[in-house]
């Protein structure tokens, strides 16, 4: 099923000449590309989201440390519909739901959504916890002058120093690098068990989106020269620079 009226994505744009570069909103636009679902990218800057979800009734994704409603993106609004979802992983069972595939490109096979969302879970909390110290610092970078200041300000408070402080360096930045290549092992160790490139084989799923974001994350903040990504495309046999050029089929920015 194909919407009558193209979705709104809302996004932050950068200095990249796409201009997309959020790991989060790239967990939605990978699933809008794949499903072949028309929609537009709002650009809107850090300090504009909270406004542009209160207008479009988007829910906040959590809450502040002052009690007051946090919003952030990834956000979709369905003129379709009038619905406005916030959440990378609501916004998926949303399209699914509302726009279902044929069975074979379902993201969320039947009786998988719990083991996905362990596999998310698994991942941003303990597998891949060591790779936002090197990735944040380097986003600053290719940030508009319309989100800098904010972003150093917030993720001042995230990390409890500023940000120039945060990226690991001399001796220990080595170790910690080498946390991620483990961490990186320990999803590579969940999918030795078939032949496919897939956490189900040859069947792509929501959660194999959340693993390509955070590759395309390192190879963009790093670049496709750097000593980094270069490190990253020979770990586990060459499995990850697989899977991203897999996926750069579902890459296209509106």
Request: proline share 7%; glycine share 6%; charged share 25%.
């Amino acid at each position: 099923m194909t919407p009558p009226v193209e979705i709104h994505l809302y996004d932050i744009p950068s200095k990249l000449k796409d201009k997309a570069w959020s790991p989060n909103v790239w967990k939605t636009r990978y699933v809008l590309n794949y499903k072949k679902i028309p929609y537009r990218t709002i650009w809107v800057e850090y300090p504009e989201i909270a406004s542009a979800c209160i207008k479009i009734g988007a829910p906040p994704t959590d809450t502040n440390d002052d009690g007051s409603p946090y919003y952030s993106v990834p956000i979709i609004y369905d003129p379709n519909t009038k619905k406005a979802i916030s959440d990378s992983k609501s916004i998926v069972i949303y399209l699914e739901s509302t726009y279902p595939s044929s069975p074979e490109r379902n993201l969320i096979p039947a009786g998988t959504w719990a083991l996905q969302r362990g596999i998310i879970h698994a991942i941003a909390t303990s597998a891949l916890q060591s790779l936002p110290q090197f990735t944040i610092p380097r986003t600053a970078s290719i940030l508009n002058e319309g989100s800098l200041a904010y972003f150093l300000e917030a993720r001042k408070e995230q990390f409890g120093r500023p940000l120039s402080e945060v990226e690991p360096k001399g001796e220990s930045r080595a170790g910690e690098w080498k946390k991620i290549e483990d961490g990186f092992g320990i999803i590579n160790s969940w999918m030795t068990e078939h032949n496919g490139i897939f956490l189900m084989g040859d069947r792509v799923i929501f959660a194999d989106f959340f693993i390509a974001v955070f590759l395309r994350w390192i190879r963009l903040v790093f670049g496709e020269d750097s000593e980094e990504w270069g490190s990253v495309k020979t770990w586990h046999g060459g499995r990850w620079e697989r899977l991203v050029n897999e996926f750069e089929q579902y890459t296209t920015v509106d």
